[in-house]
C-alpha cells in the first residue's frame, strides 16, 4: 500500500474522464491535487465527491482552460505560491478531442477540415509540453518529481484518425526526450498507456443507436473489459511510490502491467484486460470468436508487444476491412 500524504499533485483536465479518476485516486492515497478544467462548478463537483469519501487527500479546484498560454501560466503560478514551490507531480490529461475522434473516425484526413489538427493536438500535445516546461522548472529546483504524459497505444497503431496517433506518438517521444534533460535533477518522465477505458463520453458513445453494427459491435468488445477512470489513478500513485522511478523514466508503461507488478485491482475489484495479452490482441483485430477461448493470462513479453505494434500494419479495429485498400 503507497502513501501519498504531504505529495503536491496536478492533474489537468480533471473534470470528468480518466482526469478526474485520476485525482480521485491521488487523494485516496493523501495527495494534495489542484485539478484544472474549464468550468469550476464541475470541478467543484469532483472536489465534492473527494469530501464524501472522507479520504485524507484534498483536490484545489482551478479554472484554467488549457488552450490559453496565460491561463496555464498562472496556473503554474499559483502552485508555487500556494505550495512554498513544491509540485511532486504533473499530469498532463487534459483532452480536448474526444468527441471530435468519435464523430470524425469514418472520414479521411484530407476531408477533414484542417482545424482537427488543432482540434486533436493543441490541448492535447502542445498544452502537454507547455506544462511540462513550467512543472520542470519547479521540479528541478527540489530535485524531485514526475511527469506523466496520458497516452495510448495509438501511438503506435492507427487509430481513429491520423492526428491522434501523430499526438500520441509525439507524446510518447515527449516523454523519452524531456528525460533525458531531466534525468541529472531526478526527475522522471513517463507515457503512460491506459488501456479502453469506460469514462462517461465512451458510455454514450455505446448507447449511440445510430452506430453501424461493425463499428458497435467492435466498441463494445473493446470496452466490454475496460479499466475503470480510476484504474490509471491508481497506477501514478504506484508509479510515485516505486523508488526506482529513475531507472523506467522516458518509458512508455501500460497501466495493466503496473497492475500485474503490484498485484491490484481496479476499484471494481476486477481485473482490466491487459493489451498484451492475446486475447485482447485477437479481439483488436475482430477475431471476437476465436479471443473467447484464449486465457487471458496468455501474454506476449512488452519488448515483442512492441516490435508487433512497430510492424502491424496500418488497421484500425474500429474500421471495416473496405476502408483500406
Ligand atoms: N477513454 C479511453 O478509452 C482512453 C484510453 C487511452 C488513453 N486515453 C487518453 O486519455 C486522455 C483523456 O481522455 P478521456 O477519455 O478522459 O477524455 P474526456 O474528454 O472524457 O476528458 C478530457 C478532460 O479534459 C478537459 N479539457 C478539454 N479541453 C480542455 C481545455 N481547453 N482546458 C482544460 N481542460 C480541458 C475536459 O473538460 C475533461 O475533463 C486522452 O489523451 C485520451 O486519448 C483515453
Excluded at 472520414?107 to 486533436?120: A, L, P
Excluded at 445510430?210 to 479499466?227: H, K, Q
Excluded at 501514478?236 to 518509458?251: E, F, N, P, V
Aim: contains cysteine.
Amino acid at each position: 500500500m503507497c502513501s501519498l500524504e504531504g505529495k503536491v499533485c496536478l492533474v489537468t483536465g480533471a473534470s470528468r474522464g480518466i482526469g478526474r479518476g485520476i485525482a480521485l485516486q491521488l487523494t485516496t492515497y493523501g495527495a494534495t491535487c489542484y485539478i484544472t478544467g474549464r468550468n469550476i462548478e464541475n470541478l467543484k463537483l469532483v472536489e465534492k465527491e473527494v469530501k464524501t469519501r472522507y479520504v485524507s487527500g484534498k483536490c484545489i479546484p482551478v479554472e484554467c482552460d488549457h488552450s490559453s498560454d496565460e491561463s496555464v501560466k498562472q496556473l503554474f503560478e499559483r502552485i508555487s505560491a500556494e505550495q512554498n514551490g513544491q509540485l511532486d507531480l504533473l499530469v498532463n490529461n487534459a483532452y480536448s478531442a474526444v468527441k471530435y475522434l468519435m464523430d470524425n473516425h469514418d472520414k479521411s484526413f484530407w476531408d477533414q477540415s484542417f482545424d482537427s489538427w488543432d482540434t486533436v493536438n493543441n490541448v492535447g500535445l502542445r498544452n502537454h509540453y507547455q506544462c511540462a516546461v513550467h512543472a520542470s522548472r519547479m521540479m528541478i529546483k527540489r530535485r524531485k518529481g514526475l511527469i506523466v504524459n496520458i497516452s495510448s497505444v495509438g501511438g503506435k497503431l492507427y487509430f481513429q484518425i491520423p492526428p491522434y496517433g501523430i499526438g500520441k506518438a509525439a507524446k510518447d517521444r515527449m516523454a523519452k526526450d524531456c528525460a533525458v534533460d531531466l534525468a541529472k535533477y531526478n526527475v522522471a518522465f513517463i507515457s503512460l498507456w491506459p488501456g479502453p477505458v469506460r469514462t462517461e463520453i465512451i458510455g454514450e458513445s455505446l448507447d449511440d443507436k445510430s452506430l453501424t453494427e461493425d463499428r458497435g459491435r467492435a466498441l463494445n468488445w473493446l470496452f466490454s473489459r475496460a479499466e475503470s477512470p480510476e484504474y490509471p489513478g491508481k497506477c501514478i500513485a504506484y508509479l510515485m511510490s516505486d523508488k526506482d522511478i529513475m531507472k523506467r523514466t522516458g518509458q512508455v508503461i501500460l497501466t495493466t502491467d503496473i497492475g500485474l507488478e503490484n498485484d491490484f485491482k481496479d476499484v471494481n475489484g476486477q481485473d482490466p484486460l491487459n493489451c498484451r495479452s492475446l486475447k485482447f490482441m485477437l479481439g483488436g483485430m475482430g477475431m471476437y470468436t476465436l479471443s473467447d477461448y484464449i486465457p487471458g493470462w496468455l501474454r506476449i513479453p512488452k519488448g515483442l508487444y512492441m516490435m508487433i505494434l512497430s510492424l502491424a500494419k496500418a488497421r484500425s479495429p474500429l474500421k471495416k476491412k473496405s476502408d483500406y485498400a
